[in-house]
T-cell receptor, first 114, second 108 residues
Framework: EAQVTQNPRYLITVTGKKLTVTCSQN?????MSWYRQDPGLGLRQIYY???????DKGDVPEGYKVSRKEKRNFPLILESPSPNQTSLYFC?????????????FGQGTRLTVV | KNEVEQSPQNLTAQEGEFITINCSYS?????LHWLQQHPGGGIVSLFM???GKKKHGRLIATINIQEKHSSLHITASHPRDSAVYIC??????????FGTGTSLTVIP
């Protein structure tokens, strides 16, 4: 089954404790991206990757890091989480640029930073 | 700054009604996605379009690139259509922008 898998689904952590949210897709997609969703602000793009070892900043990259060492995986790293990073996070992938093909989304990761 | 404006923000309809959700954007785009987010939070891509019109079952999406406007129509609405619908233009610089969503409730 074609899917984008995020882990964990729920995470509560403390300020400053490094964490990684994993994202994996099984469709051999080139394009992957991360978003955060906040009430009243909607979805905002954090980072995206057009292929292995190619990443670029989205609209709200501050406080986040990503890496794309393999095509299937695109982890989101919070080196020193802060409470303003409490949010619902989504990973997505598409075969090529999402302007040309359908985008597939993970189920979301609800992160709370206390 | 609001590059994407959706209307209405909230919509309640009786089962069977024809529904229209509108999206206006200010950026130059290469394509536009319509997304559906159910109460559980999962997001599904309904349409990706760069011109004209697409139809999938009871859903129809249209886009007018010159007027920077897209619409999502639902014919013969059903309670299972209750969800948040999100307009997502993709800029020519490969960046997604998102509307804040339209929350649709269809009453039996």
């Amino acid at each position: 089954e074609a899917q984008v898998t995020q882990n964990p689904r729920y995470l509560i952590t403390v300020t400053g404790k490094k964490l990684t949210v994993t994202c994996s897709q099984n469709m051999n997609h080139e394009y992957m991206s991360w978003y955060r969703q906040d009430p009243g602000l909607g979805l905002r793009q954090i980072y995206y990757s057009m292929n292995v070892e190619v990443t670029d900043k989205g609209d709200v990259p501050e406080g986040y890091k990503v890496s794309r060492k393999e095509k299937r995986n695109f982890p989101l790293i919070l080196e020193s989480p802060s409470p303003n990073q409490t949010s619902l996070y989504f990973c997505a992938s598409s075969l090529v640029l999402p302007g040309y093909t359908e985008a597939f989304f993970g189920q979301g990761t609800r992160l709370t930073v206390v | 700054k609001n590059e994407v404006e959706q209307s209405p923000q909230n919509l309640t309809a009786q089962e069977g009604e024809f529904i229209t959700i509108n999206c206006s954007y200010s950026v130059g785009i290469s394509a536009l996605h319509w997304l559906q987010q159910h109460p559980g939070g999962g997001i599904v891509s309904l349409f990706m379009l760069s011109s004209g019109k697409k139809k999938h079952g009871r859903l129809i999406a249209t886009i007018n690139i010159q007027e920077k406007h897209s619409s999502l129509h639902i014919t013969a609405s059903h309670p299972r259509d209750s969800a948040v619908y999100i307009c997502a233009p993709l800029t020519t610089g490969n960046q997604f922008y998102f509307g804040t969503g339209t929350s649709l409730t269809v009453i039996p």
